[in-house]
């Protein structure tokens, strides 16, 4: 529980993110916990959160990285995630961004394309190194979630494409001393909660798997991605998502060959429940229509309302001054930013709201401060740790 006066005897000024350090470390050992039944492998997805102070506490726990940049690897490896344990994803990585991969030497660079598997392979032989690498395959299966982050249709710009398969098998074998196939990679989209959607991406898997052996040719890892989705509308009672329901639906429907690794990369499912985006009421504005109530958070802090109308749960953080509990008044809650769109939601019934409470805007801990920005010219965002 979030406590305001936590928030209030503390020297920073809202808006803030607030994380729960213990309840992060406990969803990384249930999911870590829940993949090791299985041999599974975990990357932490760092797209999800970059803080560093979150990111030494996974990898101290022993997850691997996913990273879609180069300054993502480079962040991840000075926060403890063993290099040869990081994956690279990305339709666009720069010849930067692949040099200092290679100079890692990393785990393995998910390519989604024939021009990028050629450009890996010509950086890797000017550095006299060998690129491990999995083709990323468009399974096209569809996620059943926003159409911004659906990743696995034919539609979209991810993945080889089927028809470039085989060339892709001649320039493994043309330039086999700067690269080297180790995996098949596959990501259908993101904030997944039908876990059918699963089992059908595992039957995709099975026929590209086959498609492989079939070839003569083993598959070393095969690498399921991520997606896995969370309770928005009620973090409380579902604090921590069921990862043995998720690794089990892979353990029953995915067949794999002898000595096959099965990977995954996890990123909302395993941080955005430990973070809540604080923020205090500036201002409340009673209209004919609508009542405001305007904070001092924004899309700046937090734009996933405004980007993909995501629901986040609000709440007011109560303190003993707290009046008129009994009656209850619908306000549609904003930010202070020039733009319409800088809504968190609407018609949400608290209590009369006045300037100086506290609301904690939940399960922001994925892709909250990541995505934030400093349009308006915004201050700096500030944090807290609960230890």
């Not at 060959?257 to 009421?281: D, M, P, W």
């Not at 001092?296 to 980007?307: K, V």
């Not at 700096?380 to 230890?387: D, G, S, T």
Request: contains cysteine.
């Amino acid at each position: 529980m979030i406590s305001a006066e936590i928030i209030n005897n503390t020297n920073l000024a809202t808006p803030l993110y607030y994380y729960d350090l213990p309840l992060l470390r406990e969803t990384i050992q249930v999911a870590k916990s829940a993949a090791d039944r299985f041999g599974y492998h975990i990357h932490y997805a760092i797209k999800a959160n970059n803080n560093p102070v979150i990111l030494k506490e996974i990898s101290a726990l022993g997850l691997g990285a996913d990273c879609v940049s180069g300054l993502e690897i480079e962040r991840a490896i000075d926060n403890g995630f063993k290099a040869n344990e990081v994956v690279f994803a990305g339709v666009g990585k720069t010849d930067r961004e692949i040099r200092i991969a290679l100079s890692n030497d990393i785990l393995a660079f998910n390519v989604e394309s024939v021009a990028e598997l050629l450009v890996i392979a010509d950086i890797a032989e000017e550095m006299n190194k060998n690129a491990k690498i999995a083709l990323r395959i468009n399974p096209n299966v569809d996620a059943k979630t926003h159409h911004y982050i659906t990743t696995g249709l034919d539609e979209n710009k991810f993945g080889i494409m089927n028809h470039e398969l085989e060339e892709c098998l001649s320039i493994f074998e043309e330039k086999q001393n700067s690269i080297t196939f180790i995996g098949l990679h596959f990501h259908v989209g993101s904030q997944i909660t039908d876990l059918d959607v699963f089992k059908r991406l595992c039957l995709k898997v099975n026929e590209w798997n086959n498609w492989f052996v079939d070839r003569g040719i083993t598959v070393p890892i095969l690498n399921l991605g991520g997606g896995l989705g969370i309770n928005y509308s009620n973090p409380d009672a579902e604090s921590i998502v069921n990862f043995s329901n998720f690794f089990y639906i892979f353990n029953q429907f995915l067949e794999l060959k002898k000595g096959q690794n099965v990977h995954f990369e996890l990123g909302r499912s395993l941080v955005a429940n430990c973070g809540s985006l604080i923020s205090r009421v500036l201002y409340i504005k009673n209209g004919v229509k609508k009542n405001f109530a305007i904070l001092d958070a924004g899309m700046t802090e937090l734009i996933r309302p405004a980007l993909y109308q995501a629901y986040h749960k609000i709440e007011l953080l109560e303190n003993k001054n707290q009046q008129n509990d009994d009656e209850f008044i619908k306000y549609d809650v904003v930010g202070p930013i020039c733009e319409s769109s800088d809504c968190f939601g609407k018609d949400i019934s608290f209590p009369i709201l006045k300037r100086g409470d506290l609301l904690a805007i939940r399960s922001a801990g994925a892709y909250g401060e990541v995505m934030s920005s400093r349009y308006n010219l915004r201050q700096e965002i500030n944090y807290y740790f609960k230890e």
